[in-house]
C-alpha cells in the first residue's frame, strides 16, 4: 500500500498587481498516484523563498505562473518510496518541487542529490545554491570587483547580497566594500561578515551616512538587489565609469514604482550598466559550486549567521515567503515545512 495518498500544495489563486492578499493563494488537497517506473515519492522538508517568484505571478501576458497552476520553488526533500534506480528510499534530494508537502515525481525531475554541508541539510538552496551563484555571477564576472575599487551592495543581508559583500571584500580584496540594509541587527551583521561599513536605509539620514563613508572616494562598482530610492540615489554618488550589475529590484515587484530622477547620470558620468540572471551561469553550476565549497571551508565564505529559518506548517507557506518583502528575513529566507 502507498505511504501517501494525497498531497496539499499551493495554487495561484488570482494573480496579483500589488501586495499579496488572501486572495492571491488557496491551498488544495490532490490525490497522488501509485509509482511507477522511474518514479519518486518524496517528503519537502524546505522550501526556498525567492523575491523573482513574485514577478512569476504577476498579472499580465508575460505571467510565468498562470491563476489555478502550482507555485514553482525549489527544495530539499525525502524520498520516502522509490521505483528509481537513481534514487532509494531516505535519500534527500534537491529539486523544483514547489510549494507542497509530498509529490510524486519522475526521478529526472530531480535537479540532483542535496548537497552536503555539516549543519546545512539546506545546503542546496542556501550556501551552495542559486542566490550564491547568482552573486558569484554577478560580484565576480559582471563587477571584475578588484582591489582598488569601493563596492557598494544594495539589499546587503539579503541571501544574495551577504554573498556579494563577503566575495567582493574577502575574495576580491576592495579597497572598501558598504552594504546597505534596513536595520541596525544587519548593519551589525554585514560588519561581522567582513563589510567595512554598512548603511541602515530605514534612518531617515541614511544619505548623509553614506556620504560621510563614501567621502571623496566615490563608489566605482555597484550590486544592485533593491531599485527604488536606492538605486536612484546611488546613481548620485558613483563615479565616472562606474559599473552597475543590475541583479534585481524587490523594492518594485509589488507594484511600487519609483521613478529614477537621477537616470541621467548614467549618461553624464558614462556608466557601465549590466543586467543579469543566474540563468547566465547555470552551465557553470559545478564549478562555480566547487569553489563556493573551498572558500566556505577557507573561512573567506562565511555561513554561520546566513539564513533565517522558519519553522512552518503547510498552510503558512505564502506567509513566510511575504517576510522577503517586510524585511522579517536576513540571509536566505528558509521554509522548514513541519511535518
Ligand atoms: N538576476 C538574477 O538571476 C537573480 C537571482 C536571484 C535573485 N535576484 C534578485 O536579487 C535580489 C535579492 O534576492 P535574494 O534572494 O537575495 O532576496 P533577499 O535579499 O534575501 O530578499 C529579502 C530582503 O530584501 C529587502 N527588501 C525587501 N523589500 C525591500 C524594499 N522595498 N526596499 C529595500 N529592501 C527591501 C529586505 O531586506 P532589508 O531589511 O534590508 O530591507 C528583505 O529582507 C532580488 O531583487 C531578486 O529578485 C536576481
Not at 44 to 52: L, R
Not at 114 to 134: C, D, F, H, R, V
Not at 220 to 241: A, E, K, Q, S, W
Request: charged share 20%; glycine share 10%.
Amino acid at each position: 500500500m502507498a505511504l501517501r495518498n494525497s498531497q496539499r500544495i499551493w495554487i495561484l489563486n488570482k494573480a496579483p498587481t500589488g501586495p499579496i492578499t488572501s486572495e492571491t493563494f488557496r491551498l488544495e488537497t490532490r490525490p497522488l498516484p501509485a509509482l511507477t517506473a522511474g518514479q519518486l515519492l518524496v517528503q519537502v522538508q524546505y522550501i526556498s523563498n525567492d523575491p523573482v517568484q513574485r514577478t512569476f505571478i504577476s498579472a499580465g501576458p508575460n505571467a510565468i505562473i498562470k491563476p489555478g497552476s502550482p507555485l514553482r520553488s525549489s527544495g530539499v526533500a525525502k524520498v520516502l518510496e522509490s521505483q528509481s534506480q537513481k534514487y532509494k528510499v531516505g535519500d534527500r534530494v534537491f529539486g523544483p518541487f514547489g510549494w507542497t508537502d509530498f509529490s510524486v515525481v519522475d526521478d529526472s525531475f530531480v535537479t540532483a542529490p542535496a548537497a552536503e554541508l555539516p549543519g546545512k541539510p539546506y545546503a542546496s538552496i542556501s550556501p551552495l545554491g542559486m542566490t550564491s551563484l547568482t552573486a558569484y555571477g554577478g560580484a565576480i564576472d559582471v563587477l571584475d570587483v578588484k582591489p582598488e575599487h569601493t563596492v557598494i551592495v544594495s539589499g546587503a543581508a539579503g541571501a544574495v547580497g551577504q554573498v556579494v559583500v563577503q566575495l567582493a571584500k574577502n575574495v576580491k580584496g576592495a579597497k572598501k566594500v558598504i552594504g546597505i540594509a534596513g536595520g541596525p541587527e544587519k548593519v551589525a551583521y554585514l560588519k561581522s561578515i567582513g563589510a567595512d561599513a554598512a548603511v541602515d536605509y530605514k534612518d531617515p539620514n541614511w544619505k548623509d551616512h553614506l556620504a560621510a563613508i563614501v567621502g571623496k572616494d566615490g563608489i566605482d562598482r555597484f550590486f544592485d538587489n533593491v531599485g527604488g530610492d536606492i538605486f536612484d540615489h546611488i546613481l548620485t554618488v558613483l563615479n565616472i565609469h562606474g559599473r552597475i550589475a543590475l541583479c534585481g529590484q524587490i523594492a518594485g515587484y509589488n507594484g511600487q514604482y519609483t521613478p529614477f530622477p537621477h537616470f541621467v547620470e548614467i549618461a553624464s558620468k558614462r556608466i557601465t550598466l549590466q543586467g543579469f540572471t543566474v540563468g547566465d551561469y547555470i552551465t557553470r553550476w559545478a564549478e562555480v559550486s566547487k569553489e563556493l565549497r573551498k572558500l566556505i571551508d577557507e573561512g573567506k565564505l562565511k555561513v554561520d549567521n546566513a539564513e533565517t529559518v522558519v519553522p512552518t506548517k503547510i498552510e503558512d507557506v505564502p506567509t513566510t515567503w511575504t517576510r522577503l518583502f517586510e524585511g522579517k528575513s536576513r540571509g536566505k529566507l528558509i521554509t522548514q515545512l513541519e511535518a
